[in-house]
């Protein structure tokens, strides 16, 4: 599909022609079927949160990429509930771009989740430090929640979690707790990158925690095991929101090489305990192939056979592992690193690189002092490279990338 706008998107939709119902809660909106002009009525797939109450369509609009309102107007139009943003997307512009979509509609009509970092941590051990207070994290949501316009979120999560230590770091469980006391929050969670299994056995064990939000995609080498822990969710209640569904959406930088997606966000999908995947969105063409995964579920063989020969590529997408972090002499935290590789080169969002990188306070030319590099990635990824090419970033001013 090629060059779609908003007035092709929804025309191609079910939106004018069947009126099809998704439940969200309360919520009644209009399907969408694929973008080949469908008119075969049909109704989206949904799935409950958890114990949340909260359903769902099985793909939702993850907002990170996304800077055009027209955009999220025709996913609303088109049937979409569910938006993902976080307090340091765009430094902020983010959540103020949806609350100026939202602000007229009915508080009823759709599920909002924002992400709130903790205020001070180590992103090489993954651990929380004393600044992470319940105080300096109440503040940022507050912020958020002035951009949004809103007076509550519908999910609030701690962003970025990857240790069972930061998972239940005492201040962050009194906040998030604060926050739905106060009515600010209805439903609270994490978001990890890695580790993902400890990190949901930890909201399970944690009795607070009701959603976390995982990467899950079809080139982690421990799928497996991320699977049993989101079984155990679903059992404990506890409700799964995938990302990272697409592992970075090329398997070069180059971007000659493109995943399909679509398979990918199937693949996801096709595990009854994720009850939906935050599909990221930079033009209406990957709106409107998204969204048709709501009506269309199932993978051809076709689609098993392009993830099948995808995996055998490094690819763009780290999975975290941290196999690498003993062989680096300087300790750098290099998934992270490579997170932002992948933003860059994958995304094509610096920005949001370069918010990544400043957080891990690097040293200039990380790798420059090396002769050789002696961290090795299971993946085959030259990570002295990676590191080298991405770095440069740390030496542009923010405000020439925003």
């Known amino acids: 599909m090629q060059g779609y706008n908003r007035r092709q998107f929804l025309r191609s939709s079910l939106l004018g022609t069947s009126g099809a119902i998704l439940t969200a809660g309360s919520l009644a909106q209009a399907g969408c079927a694929s973008a080949q002009a ?13 114990k949340t109450g909260i359903e769902l369509p099985i793909v939702s609009f993850g907002v990170m990429k996304a800077d055009n309102p027209a955009l999220v107007r025709a996913a609303i139009e088109g049937g979409t509930v569910h938006y993902d943003t976080a307090h340091g997307y ?55 929640l002035r951009r949004l316009k809103l007076d509550y979120v519908d999910i609030l999560y701690v962003h970025s979690i990857s240790t ?46 009701e959603v976390v939000l995982t990467s899950i995609n079809f080139k982690q080498d421990h799928y497996a095991r991320l ?35 679509k398979a990918a966000l199937k693949f996801v999908l096709n595990d009854p305990n994720v009850t939906t995947a935050i599909a990221g969105n930079t ?8 969204m048709s995964v709501n009506y269309d579920l199932p993978m051809t063989d076709e689609e098993r056979a392009d993830l099948a ?11 975290g592992c941290e196999s690498c972090a003993p062989g680096c002499p ?8 490579m997170r932002a590789y992948m933003y860059t080169y994958g995304y094509r969002q610096p920005e949001l690189a370069h918010t990544v990188l400043a957080e891990l306070d690097l040293p200039e030319d990380p790798c420059s002092s090396c002769s050789t590099c ?23 001013p923010s405000e020439f990338l925003a």
Do not use: W
Not at 238 to 258: F, L, Q
Not at 309 to 319: A, D, R, V, W
Not at 382 to 388: G, N
């Open 283 to 290: 033009n209406f063409d990957h709106l409107a192939m998204n």
């Open 227 to 261: 699977k049993a822990a989101i079984a155990n969710a679903a059992k404990a209640g506890v409700g799964i929101v995938a990302m990272k569904t697409m592992a970075g959406g090329y398997h070069d930088k180059e971007r000659k090489k493109p995943i399909n997606c």
């Open 309 to 319: 020969l995808g995996k055998t590529e490094s690819g763009l997408y780290c999975q």
């Open 90 to 144: 765009q430094r902020g512009r983010n959540e103020e771009m949806l609350g100026e979509v939202f602000k007229d509609r009915p508080r009823d009509s759709f599920v909002i989740a924002t992400k709130v970092p903790p205020e001070e941590s180590d992103n090489r051990s993954g651990l929380l430090k004393a600044g992470s207070t319940a105080k300096a994290f109440l503040e940022k949501l507050d912020i958020s």
């Open 330 to 337: 300087k300790g750098l935290p290099i998934p992270d690193i």
């Open 164 to 209: 069972r230590e930061a998972a239940l770091y005492p201040a962050m469980l009194e906040a998030v707790q604060n926050a739905k006391k106060a009515g600010k929050a209805r439903h609270v969670g994490m978001s990890t990158h890695r580790n993902e299994p400890e990190v949901i056995q930890a909201a399970i064990d944690s009795g607070v925690y």
């Open 374 to 396: 002696t961290a090795s990635c299971v993946k085959g990824f030259d990570i002295a490279e990676r590191i080298s090419d991405v770095s440069r970033l740390t030496k542009v």
């Open 38 to 50: 469908s008119t075969t009525e049909k109704k989206a797939i949904t799935r409950k949160l958890g």
